[in-house]
């Protein structure tokens, strides 16, 4: 494989481990969020600081960055328990704006100028780049599926979905909503904060734009591609949002506009998403392979 | 007594829905709250559900206070809805719609053996396991709600309007299977109604709601025989 191909498919794999925490809260728990770069970018802050500043390997930081991912997920998730549907929304925007705004003005996480400098991951005393950087990543994406793959079984994922489905219904049950809001920030934080770490000693220089809202657009966009509550979509959206905009070159200016559109044609007329129980991809794969629907 | 409301006062915004309402019922009585719609039955259940607030006035649940206690935690106390309009969980499968009920009491049910009782009272859902809730009609999905209240069995249920938008044939079905779960199994049942036929001819007690108030209360057979409830809420 060519360097080119490695780094656009490292992208989209780091990228596929991110929407994998985003299904967890908005596809499994239903609770929107606009702001999912922050988590992000608090993994990758904190992954880059542990390796420059304290001199840490990337194992034994992360434990820490993914604690540190979480334990900020829990925190800002507790005021957005008070908020529901746009506001919860909105209130997520906002904490994309703000932590964005901490990055860059406060000199300790670097200011406009980032931090660099962030060394490569050793496994076996082998320096991880290229092919086997991303052999790590997709094992990781393997770890975080295998685990939402879980979830989806158990008993909290099932609460989960049914506080999705109607917030009354689930507490008139027994189902605490705050209880399973937070396990799926927390769990869905943390996933963000692992890709968060990858991307840090990836990239190996890090700034905080690459945090802002329209990633988190962006992060969306390849859920709501793929279909909100399903295994396979944040893998299914990252690649083809990965990949179209490096086959179409010329259009790498209109990004957004080309997500925006997306998001707008796909909530319009395919709003389950192409994994999703009723989409137009589900029934052709019907039509082709027997049982090929389901 | 099981439940006991004193005093109880709904508002929303600076609109009072209920104003001063007590009642109560024993344990493994069937009574009934009628009244004409807009009267307040559905607030007065959600209230007791804990899913609106309360403005004034104290709810005692088998001997203690849940006034302020969250949805959830009446539910775990035994407590259960079948909300107006079933609101079953739209896209969880039928079966799946049956474990939720039963969330958080793995270790005190018997999953099995309750399953296989609901299906003997619901054939329906058995055939329909794997299929989304949404796919049922809306008799379907009303036992589905049922049947999601009753797996958990609970020390007092409730139950909206549960004749609403249902074909007749359907709510003498309902209403009758209310009536051997309240006399065979010993449920304790709070029925809210509009349907006041159907619902006076198998409680024991009722209470008539109007406007936020109660105004008559008794044995249903007295009620349904007083002149002044026949021609109000009976037609004659």
């Not at chain 1, 000693?201 to 966009?221: C, G, K």
């Not at chain 1, 690649?239 to 790498?252: D, N």
């Not at chain 2, 259960?80 to 969880?92: G, H, Q, S, T, Y």
Request: glycine fraction near 12%; hydrophobic fraction near 50%; proline fraction near 4%.
């Amino acid at each position: 494989m060519s360097g080119y191909l490695i780094t656009i498919a490292t992208i989209i794999v780091i990228n596929a481990i991110v929407v994998c925490g985003l299904n967890v809260i908005v596809g499994y728990a239903g609770q929107i969020s606009l702001g999912h770069a922050a988590f992000f970018g608090i993994g990758a802050y904190s992954a880059a600081l542990l390796a420059t500043k304290a001199g840490l390997s990337f194992w034994a930081a992360l434990p820490l960055v993914v604690t540190i991912s979480s334990v900020v997920g829990l925190l800002l998730g507790l005021p957005s328990l008070r908020v529901k549907d746009d506001f919860l929304a909105i209130t997520t925007i906002g904490i994309n704006f703000i932590v964005e705004a901490v990055f860059l003005y406060i000199p300790f996480f670097g200011g406009a100028l980032g931090i660099g400098g962030i060394p490569r991951i050793c496994l076996f005393g082998l320096r991880l780049k290229g092919f086997s950087f991303f052999l790590l990543c997709l094992a990781f994406l393997v770890l975080v599926m295998t685990a939402c793959w879980w979830f989806t079984r158990c008993w909290a994922g099932l609460a989960c979905f049914a506080l999705r489905e109607d917030e009354e219904a689930a507490a008139s049950v027994g189902i605490s909503p705050v209880r399973f809001k937070l396990l799926a920030f927390v769990a869905g934080t943390a996933m963000a904060g692992l890709g968060g770490a990858l991307y840090a000693h990836y990239m190996r220089f890090i700034s905080a734009s690459d945090f802002s809202f329209p990633v988190s657009i962006t992060l969306l966009s390849m859920l709501v591609l793929g279909g909100m509550g399903k295994l396979w979509a944040p893998l299914l959206g990252a690649v083809i949002l990965g990949a179209l905009p490096e086959i179409f070159r010329p259009l790498v200016e209109y990004r957004i506009l080309f997500y925006t559109a997306i998001l707008l044609l796909m909530i319009r007329f395919q709003p389950s998403g192409l994994l999703g129980d009723e989409s137009l991809a589900r029934k052709v794969l019907a039509k082709v392979v027997p049982g090929g629907g389901r | 007594m099981l439940l006991e409301v004193e005093d109880l006062h709904i508002a929303y915004g600076d609109i009072e829905a209920v104003s001063g309402v007590s009642f109560g019922l024993e344990q493994g009585e069937l009574v009934s709250i009628i009244g004409a719609n807009g009267a307040g039955k559905t607030s007065i259940l959600n209230a007791l559900m804990g899913v609106v607030g309360v403005k004034k006035g104290r709810i005692m649940f088998a001997g203690k206070e849940i006034t302020r206690l969250p949805a959830f935690r009446r539910a775990r106390s035994g407590m259960r809805i079948v909300p107006e309009r079933a609101r079953i969980f739209p896209r969880l499968t039928v079966h799946e719609n049956l474990l939720v009920g039963a969330y958080g009491l793995r270790k005190k049910i018997d999953l099995d053996s309750r399953l296989k009782w609901l299906y003997g009272l619901f054939p329906i859902l058995e055939k329909r396991l794997g299929q989304p809730a949404s796919t049922m009609s809306g008799g379907e999905q009303q036992q589905l709600a049922i049947a999601r209240a009753l797996i958990s069995s609970p020390g007092l249920l409730l139950v909206d309007e549960v004749s609403m938008g249902l074909m007749p044939k359907l709510v003498d079905g309902v209403f009758d299977l209310l009536y051997r779960l309240n006399r065979e199994e010993g449920l304790t049942i709070l029925l809210v109604e509009q349907n006041a036929v159907a619902s006076l001819e198998i409680s024991g007690r009722a209470y008539v709601l109007e406007t936020g108030s109660l105004v008559h209360q008794g044995p249903a057979d007295k009620l349904a025989q007083d002149p002044r409830i026949r021609e109000v809420y009976l037609g004659h």
